[in-house]
């Protein structure tokens, strides 16, 4: 035989092969059953998460009303790190079973992932410290979901505390995803009340003490009519003196991150109230002068 014809026998024995085992209905059935398997585990994992997440969210309902209760804020970011425990969770459960299925060793799997862990851990420090972090944040509840914080250079709302990140949205509505392991300093200004400071000007010509007796009678009024109020708010006295005006200022206590409201809120208001007691607010103003001919100076605008 020529080479030729031993490479077209080869060819033939080997193309024989093939067909015989896509012939095969033992194979097409072992496939079959393979695949039915995943598409159950696949559903059986979707059905467990979601069933999962309405018995963790029923059991923070039950927990508020038995005789130890949590604050909101905790019980949100120990809600949503449950959940996300339990997605990883059934989520690598599924994936062994899909191997299983396959008829591949998970056992063995398991075994080489353990030597090729010890190995990358040395390479993974920083997961490791974003996970113990985490784990410290949420122990020490150092902020928790709905806490308005800065971190660094980022501000905003949390929206999320994962074992290894955690999700601010900003003012402008971008969300900023941090490693736990990058955060070092948090202002939190969610735990305590806030504090609206208001600076008033009132024009030196004006009489002080009766606007200050106008604004006080005024801030008297104010705890009905805010009730994020904490307290009615307090006319310390003159602050300074300005180049044009005196400066009063006024501090107001209020719930958590609502001094920026009271304080526009309250602008509001004193200016409307000045206005009608007559009293002035200075404001920046331009003289105007036309040289005249004669050398005399005429005022022409203000």
Do not use: C
């Amino acid at each position: 035989m020529t080479k030729t014809e031993e490479s077209l026998t080869r060819t033939q024995a080997i193309f024989d092969t093939i067909s015989q085992k896509l012939l095969d209905e033992q194979l097409w059935f072992a496939i079959g059953v393979s695949v039915l398997k995943i598409i159950v585990i696949l559903i059986l994992t979707g059905l467990l998460i979601r069933i999962g997440k309405i018995a963790i969210r029923n059991f923070f309902k039950v927990k508020t009303r038995g005789p130890l209760r949590i604050t909101e804020r905790r019980e949100a970011t120990l809600l949503k790190l449950l959940e996300n425990v339990l997605t990883y969770v059934v989520y690598f459960i599924a994936i062994m079973m899909i191997f299983s299925a396959l008829t591949i060793n998970v056992q063995g799997m398991l075994a080489g992932a353990g030597i090729v862990g010890l190995a990358v851990g040395f390479g993974a420090q920083s997961l490791v410290k974003d996970i113990i972090t985490g784990f410290f944040i949420i122990f020490e509840d150092q902020f928790s979901v709905g806490d308005y914080v800065r971190i660094g250079q980022f501000e905003g709302t949390v929206e999320e505390i994962g074992l290894r990140t955690t999700k601010i949205k900003s003012f402008t509505g971008e969300i900023n995803i941090l490693p736990n392991g990058s955060i070092v300093e948090v202002t939190n200004f969610s735990l305590y009340n806030s504090v609206a400071v208001l600076d008033i000007g009132i024009s030196y010509e004006g009489d002080i003490q009766y606007a200050e007796n106008v604004l006080q009678d005024y801030l008297n009024t104010t705890l009905e009519k805010y009730p994020e109020l904490v307290n009615t708010p307090e006319l310390l006295g003159i602050q300074q003196f300005a180049a044009s005006e005196v400066v009063l200022r006024i501090v107001a206590e209020t719930l958590p991150m609502k001094h920026w409201y009271i304080a526009r809120q309250l602008r509001k208001d004193i200016k409307l109230l000045l206005d009608e007691h007559g009293i002035e607010i200075p404001f920046p103003r331009m003289v105007m002068y036309s040289r005249q001919e004669g050398g005399g100076e005429k005022e022409i605008g203000n």
